[in-house]
């Protein structure tokens, strides 16, 4: 059984000297490696190792050096590209194709974002028309990344992209159960040829998270993951005034209104919902519906789920693998279930795996319609392949309705006029709303509000997040 037991710090390889843990594999359902962790002692080391390549130098890089230090990354990862998706495949259950055109190319999309951003970039600025006075970003320090395990690559090239860009060192912890793609960005890090201790890697599970982040070295921790231990990292990194970014869950509205293309609304709403096998923070899991197009909504998406291919990962032309574990599985039927008890209509799935499929952590794409917000398959994020539907009478509703959740991530319009597209974006208690089926623009803001957390990543907004504005008055006569 494959073992992976490196980590990465201040440049070399060693071997990791803390826990190890079963890698189970979705589909299989077999343990297929294992991974050794880091120690905590390992974890501090690789901390140290940052701080020391900041104060050797590194946090005095100038944008040239910065820049020409994510190109080689950009380049190094795309000379990995195939590897990184087939790892990402095997190890969270993405359909190859999709962990090559979604997964691999979203992580390299929003590197060549953070390097546009990096271009115009201004470091060093008047701060009124008196140039006694002048405004400095400088990098934070030391950058922790606690990452998870649904975006294996693109979710840690989000946040080493901007750390790198800004000036920072950093210390990755990805994930435990995809830290077989780091190992492999780890050698495009590697192989991108960066002073020593500015990218470090270690492994390990929540034990060595916490470790990171009452790290008093650490300067940032960037942070995406479930709600609740974003709560547990806010009030941990509090004890030290350590900044914080935090993208965490999500319950996301999908608007359509009587004017909308419905079969095509209802086409990318079911593939923006079933993305990933659900695993998504920003998946558009709430369809809301205008009553005069309600029942024919219902029709097409039954029709559509059912069209929606689950396979094993390898093969080309699935839509969606498994769950990424039992565990996860076990939540979603556990939701499943009690939609059905709460009396919505099923109308398309269900509980159990896809007949075709013997084993592996499968769900049914699953889609409830009348689905009312007392029912816990509105209001929790479930992540997974299920989809609920509500109707509403009005604007005002569908605006009441999409914002009737504690989360605040992302929001979708469906709608022919642009007024009233307009006046829900402004409505939308979310910090991304995209319009008809637009994308997101790579270098965009990502984050949100309330419990999908603050802070924001990509682009310029991303560099930012790893600096500090100085003020510096007084001009030297
Ligand atoms: P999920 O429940 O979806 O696996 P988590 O939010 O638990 O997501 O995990 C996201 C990342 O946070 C992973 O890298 C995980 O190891 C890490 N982590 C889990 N618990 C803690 C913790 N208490 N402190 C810091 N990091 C943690």
Request: proline letters at 5%.
């Amino acid at each position: 059984m494959a073992v992976f037991d490196q980590i990465f710090i201040a440049g070399a390889w060693q071997p990791a000297s803390g826990q190890s843990l079963a890698l189970i594999n979705p589909d299989t359902e077999a343990q297929e490696a294992q991974l050794v962790c880091a120690s905590p002692d390992q974890c501090a080391e690789a901390v140290a190792a940052a701080r020391r390549a900041f104060d050797a130098g590194w946090g005095q890089a100038d944008l040239a050096t910065r820049r020409a230090a994510l190109e080689r990354v950009i380049t190094q990862i795309e000379a990995r590209a195939e590897e990184l998706a087939q790892t990402i495949s095997t190890e969270i259950g993405a359909p190859i194709d999709f962990a090559r055109k979604g997964q691999v190319a979203a992580g390299l999309a929003h590197l060549r974002a953070t390097l546009v951003a990096l271009d115009g970039l201004v470091e060093d600025c008047p701060l009124t028309n008196h140039p006694e006075h002048r405004l400095r970003y400088e990098p934070l320090g030391v950058a922790a990344l606690i990452t998870p395990w649904n975006w294996p690559l693109n979710q840690v090239a989000l946040k080493l992209g901007g750390a790198l860009a800004a000036g920072c060192c950093m210390v990755l912890k990805p994930s435990e159960l995809s830290s077989r793609t780091a190992l492999v960005l780890a050698e495009a890090m590697e192989a991108a040829d960066l002073p020593p201790g500015v990218f470090n890697l270690i492994t390990g599970a929540g034990d060595i998270g916490a470790a990171l982040v009452q790290n008093r070295d650490v300067d940032i921790v960037s942070f995406t993951g479930s709600t609740r231990t974003g709560r547990f990292i806010a009030a941990e990194a509090a004890q030290n005034m350590t900044r914080t970014v935090l993208e965490l869950g999500g319950k996301s509205p999908n608007i359509l209104f009587e004017d909308c293309d419905l079969p095509l609304a209802i086409t990318q709403g079911l593939a923006h919902c079933f993305r990933n096998a659900g695993q998504s923070c920003n998946a558009a899991s709430r369809m809301l519906v205008a009553r005069d197009i309600y029942e024919r909504a219902v029709a097409l998406a039954a029709e559509g789920a059912a069209q929606t291919r689950v396979d094993r990962p390898a093969l080309p032309g699935a839509h969606i693998g498994p769950q990424i574990t039992a565990l996860q599985y076990a939540r979603v039927q556990d939701y499943v279930s009690q939609g059905l008890a709460e009396g919505a209509r099923l109308i398309a799935g269900g509980p159990g795996r896809p007949d075709h499929l013997d084993h592996g952590f499968y769900s049914r794409p699953t889609v409830f319609a009348d689905v009312t917000p007392d029912m816990a398959i509105f209001t929790d994020e479930i992540f997974g392949p299920v989809l609920t539907m509500t109707p509403f009478d009005s604007e005002e509703e569908a605006i009441a309705l999409a914002n009737q959740t504690e989360y605040g991530l992302a929001g979708y319009i469906q709608t022919a006029d642009p007024a009233r597209a307009d006046r829900v974006a402004r409505a939308l208690r979310v910090g991304m709303v995209q319009i008809n089926g637009q994308s997101r623009e790579n270098g965009a803001p990502f984050g949100g509000r309330g419990l999908s957390g603050y802070g924001r990543e990509a682009g310029l907004f991303g560099i930012r997040a790893f600096q500090d504005a100085k003020s510096i008055s007084g001009a030297v006569a």
